[in-house]
């Protein structure tokens, strides 16, 4: 039971864990008199095929790995990410219902808003609203096998699940200052895949997921200029989307596809400001995700979007003690921003394990 009570003398010490398909990221967060610290972090390759599109396709591979690791590192609890793009995201109006009767509505109507059996799906909602005539509620589903597998590999290298969030709404909580009102967008830029929502007043309402991804640019780059991954990749990294003269052959092999990134993001701005019920716009923009940093790229969006756009500082949120500056630097935060979210998620609930 999630809602048990436990001694504040046996809180325990939960690493996040960010699975994705090219990498693993953990990191532990811990609270003193002061604040919050970062204890420990780290970050490491999963081989191509063990995981593929969220899927884990290899659970052998993936639990040698994670058991080396939380053997070394003597992790045994964590908290998880689920993959967006496995999930179901839906905003939910329930009319003539009371809160207490929400989980039981929603599971009623299960199959109204995911295309599985209800029988195969585990979900969880969060209130957003509450209305004159009804609720407001995002439900978060994913295919119950997905849960399971991930669960599987964890409890077979050696640690206990004691957390699991969908990645988007661990952002959510994360990125946007506590002070933010109104709608924005996240935009969170992985290797193989850009993941986009929309928050208004603090709720997911909207998520999707677009196979557009960081090594897209480093593949576009090495095909234009006939040279290697890494060396593609370091000359995206100094060059980055600015047309400058030197950079010019670089700049135009990624044109393409932040072109791409860019008409996905303002479709999805155009969607939400037509369907959502107060007809908001989005008036910011977040970026998180490894290929964030890429130079030029918040400039561009908010000149050709017409939105200011900031790159997400996952820490905004946080107290830490005075003058404490945590080893894991700025630039490499936001390629931490899931995992720094699930920490700080666990950290929160640390007494209610």
């Not at 070394?72 to 999930?87: Q, T, W």
């Not at 609203?129 to 590999?153: G, M, R």
């Not at 400001?273 to 130079?295: C, M, P, R, W, Y």
Request: proline share 5%; charged share 25%.
């Amino acid at each position: 039971n999630k809602n048990m009570l436990l001694p504040s003398f046996l809180n325990l010490p939960v690493y996040a864990v960010d699975l994705s398909d090219e990498s693993f990221k953990y990191l532990l967060l811990k609270k003193n008199r002061h604040g919050v610290i970062v204890k420990d972090f780290g970050e490491g390759p999963i081989a191509k095929g063990v995981i593929e599109r969220g899927e884990i396709k290899k659970k052998d591979i993936l639990t040698a790995l994670l058991k080396e690791l939380f053997y070394k590192k003597n992790i045994r609890y964590v908290a998880f990410s689920l993959p967006e793009e496995k999930g179901f995201s839906r905003n939910v109006k329930l009319e003539g219902v009371k809160k207490e009767e929400i989980e039981e509505a929603l599971t009623l109507q299960l199959e109204e808003y995911v295309p599985l059996p209800p029988s195969e799906v585990i979900f969880d909602w969060t209130l957003a609203e509450t209305e004159k005539d009804h609720l407001d509620v995002i439900l978060n589903a994913f295919p119950k096998t997905l849960v399971e597998s991930y669960l599987d590999v964890f409890y077979a290298a050696g640690a206990l699940p004691v957390k699991a969030e969908s990645e988007l709404s661990v952002l959510a909580t994360v990125i946007l200052p506590k002070t933010f009102k109104g709608a924005a967008m996240i935009m969170d830029w992985g290797k193989t895949r850009t993941s986009f929502a929309i928050v208004e007043n603090s709720a997911l309402k909207f998520a999707s997921t677009v196979p557009i991804g960081g090594n897209h640019l480093n593949e576009a780059i090495a095909k234009a200029l006939n040279i290697d991954l890494v060396t593609a990749e370091n000359l995206k990294k100094q060059g980055g989307f600015v047309p400058n003269q030197n950079d010019l052959a670089v700049f135009q092999a990624i044109v393409p596809i932040v072109t791409a990134l860019r008409e996905e993001a303002e479709k999805y701005i155009n969607f939400w400001q037509t369907h959502s019920e107060k007809k908001e716009s989005v008036s910011q923009i977040f970026l998180s995700g490894g290929d964030a940093n890429l130079l030029g790229l918040k400039d561009y969006l908010s000149k050709e979007l017409g939105i200011p756009v900031n790159l997400s500082n996952p820490w905004i949120n946080i107290k830490m003690p005075r003058y404490y500056l945590p080893e894991l630097e700025r630039g490499d935060s936001v390629r931490f921003t899931a995992a720094i979210g699930l920490a700080i998620s666990a950290l929160a609930e640390s007494n209610e394990l």
